[in-house]
């Protein structure tokens, strides 16, 4: 489609085919890897430039018309991203001290906030300037490399 709205067939837009093989690959990896991407997202977010690219992100996949898209990703991402043992954690113990014992983000992993960046990254890549994507998606390059996301398979 052109419009950028998402269908059954292509429910994340343009971007389907490289959102899956993100998902795809994603789901294979292992603690090593997710946390040498939490680590490689806690250096960049304290660049000045992060912060002016991640408050236009939203905004600009508004403005495209994909946020049925961006809605789609949800479901994926937070079955990947939920802590394998949140339903042991949540009966048998107390919610972190600062959160909410009602948010769910207290399940997720740390590897979510990066995730979620580099898919909306993925998302809008076409209308995304080169160094923003970089930027967003640069803590996934070394377990992800961009090039397994647009290999024909």
């Known amino acids: 489609m052109t419009d950028g709205r998402s269908t059954s067939a292509s ?14 690959h994603f789901a294979g990896l292992g603690a090593s890897d997710r946390a040498a ?18 408050a236009s992100l939203g ?3 508004a403005r495209s018309g994909r946020d049925e898209a961006r809605a789609a ?3 994926p991402l937070f079955q990947l991203v939920r802590r394998r043992d949140a339903t042991a954690e949540s009966a048998n ?10 948010d769910p983000c207290t399940e997720l992993e ?6 979620l960046a580099a898919l909306l990254a993925l998302l809008v890549r ?3 300037p080169a160094e923003a994507f970089d930027l ?7 377990v992800i490399p961009r090039l397994e996301l647009s290999a024909k398979s």
């Not at 429910?11 to 795809?24: D, V």
């Not at 806690?42 to 430039?49: K, N, Q």
């Not at 740390?110 to 995730?115: D, K, L, S």
């Not at 967003?136 to 070394?142: Q, T």
């Open 11 to 24: 429910p994340y837009g343009p971007a389907t085919p490289a959102i899956r093989r993100f998902f795809m």
């Open 37 to 54: 991407v939490v680590a490689a997202y806690a250096r960049i977010v304290e660049l000045p430039a992060y912060a002016a690219i991640d």
């Open 59 to 61: 905004d600009l996949v």
């Open 73 to 75: 990703l949800s479901g």
């Open 93 to 102: 113990a107390e919610p972190p001290a600062t959160a909410s014992a009602d």
């Open 110 to 115: 740390p590897v979510a906030e990066p995730t």
């Open 126 to 128: 076409d209308l995304l």
């Open 136 to 142: 967003l998606y640069g803590p996934f390059d070394r």
